[in-house]
């Protein structure tokens, strides 16, 4: 039993294996997982919000969605053309959006996160090659 057992061991100092060009490139690719994935999904940093937020445009889901929900207070806030977002005291753009909160500095919350408009789910899209402008990747089916 002893002698199968140092048989099907691997000799000491091991086998290799690690020294191997094989085990050198999974060492890297290892290595290269870590760095996407810890730069993977939303930090909630609020940047994109920030940057885009007073650009946005209501689709026609979002409309019948808000409609649905008696969202008023956002149909209000929707120009005709579908323009986001519009203060209905004057009925001019705001130069931000209005529902992003700031929680902390590098932290943000967005007020309507349940009903928010498409064009915020949808962000980053293909077009942005699923990165988003804090340089964090996103899946593909996200
Ligand atoms: S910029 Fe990126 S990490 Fe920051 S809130 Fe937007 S999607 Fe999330
Ligand atoms: S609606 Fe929400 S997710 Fe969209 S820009 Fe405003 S704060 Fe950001």
Same mark, same amino acid.
């Not at 309507?112 to 942005?128: E, G, N, S, V």
């Given at each position: ?15 290799? +294996?690690? %020294?191997? /060009?094989? &085990?050198?490139?999974?060492? $890297? ?8 994935? #810890? @730069? !993977? ?43 986001? +977002?519009? %203060?209905? /005291?004057? &009925?001019?753009?705001?130069? $931000? ?8 500095? #590098? @932290? !943000? ?34």
């Amino acid at each position: 039993m002893d002698g199968l057992f140092r048989f099907v061991t691997w000799p000491r100092g091991g086998c290799g +294996w690690e %020294d191997s /060009a094989i &085990g050198r490139m999974s060492r $890297r690719l290892g290595r290269g997982a870590h760095r996407v994935l #810890g @730069r !993977a999904g939303c930090r909630s940093c609020g940047k994109c919000c920030e940057l885009f937020g007073a650009n946005l445009t209501a689709t026609p889901g979002d409309v019948a969605r808000w409609t649905r929900e008696g969202r008023f207070e956002l149909l209000a806030r929707v120009s005709s053309m579908g323009h986001l +977002w519009i %203060d209905p /005291a004057t &009925g001019t753009r705001l130069s $931000r959006c209005p529902y992003l909160v700031r929680i902390a500095p #590098g @932290r !943000a919350r967005c007020r309507i996160h349940a009903t928010k408009p498409q064009m915020c789910r949808d962000y980053p899209t293909l077009a942005h090659g699923k990165r988003c402008v804090a340089n964090r990747l996103f899946p593909l089916n996200h």
